[in-house]
């Protein structure tokens, strides 16, 4: 049992180019979210989803997609990179008590 | 008053102390609420469900206090490996797992 899988780990990226952040589970939780997780700030949720081909907002969403095609993949797309985005991302699972597992995060730097 | 409030500490406490931390919420309406603990670059893991009840698992003891709405921790026969940040998770509405609120995190050093 994997749990939550994030990849990349690290990712550098220039101004303006765009990229996708892979999440997966093998726990079967119909509820997976996106995180950023700023100095100072606490986890912030970007984007969730309750099941596949349903996703939703959260408190800080613009300049971020997400897409739900099947329960063990939930992918974080940035648009066009931009400096303020540079964070620490975690993807989460959870049970439907709340109950939420993070993946190992990844840490972008956008230059 | 922020929806969820913690004391950033740092808690600095020799090994075998106890440490008991507080975690307050303002929406009395709240429905669940967890500790999570955080090492330092790493994920958050779940470290305690918070039932009206309270709690206990090992050296660990949760307790939450809806009339004065707060969630505390106890740690008691503090571990160096305790050493971390914990966090405080409320779910403000039944079913709804999707927003939870996450306090800010307490510093825990536990010192030789």
């Known amino acids: 049992n994997a749990g939550v899988t994030q990849t990349p780990k690290f990712q550098v990226l220039k101004t303006g180019q765009s990229m996708t952040l892979q999440c997966a589970q093998d726990m079967n939780h119909e509820y997976m979210s996106w995180y950023r997780q700023d100095p100072g700030m606490g986890l912030r949720l970007i984007h969730y989803?309750?099941?596949?081909?349903?996703?939703d907002q959260g408190e800080v969403p613009n300049g971020y997609n997400v897409s739900r095609s099947t329960t063990e993949d939930f992918p974080l797309r940035l648009l066009s990179a931009a400096p303020s985005q540079t964070s620490v991302y975690f993807c989460a699972s959870s049970t439907s008590q709340g109950e939420q597992y993070f993946g190992p995060g990844t840490r972008l730097t956008v230059t | 008053r922020k929806e969820v409030e913690q004391d950033p500490g740092p808690f600095n406490v020799p090994e075998g102390a106890t440490v008991a931390f507080n975690c307050t919420y303002s929406n009395s309406a709240s429905q669940s609420f967890f500790w999570y603990r955080q090492d330092c670059r790493k994920e958050p893991k779940l470290l305690m469900s918070v039932y009206s009840s309270g709690n206990e698992d090992g050296r660990f003891t949760a307790q939450l206090n809806r009339a004065s709405q707060y969630i505390s921790l106890l740690i008691r026969d503090s571990k160096l490996s305790d050493s971390a940040t914990y966090l405080c998770v409320v779910n403000p509405k039944a079913g709804n797992n999707r927003k939870l609120i996450w306090g800010l995190g307490t510093s825990l050093a536990v010192n030789p």
């Open positions: 989803s309750v099941g596949a081909g349903i996703t």
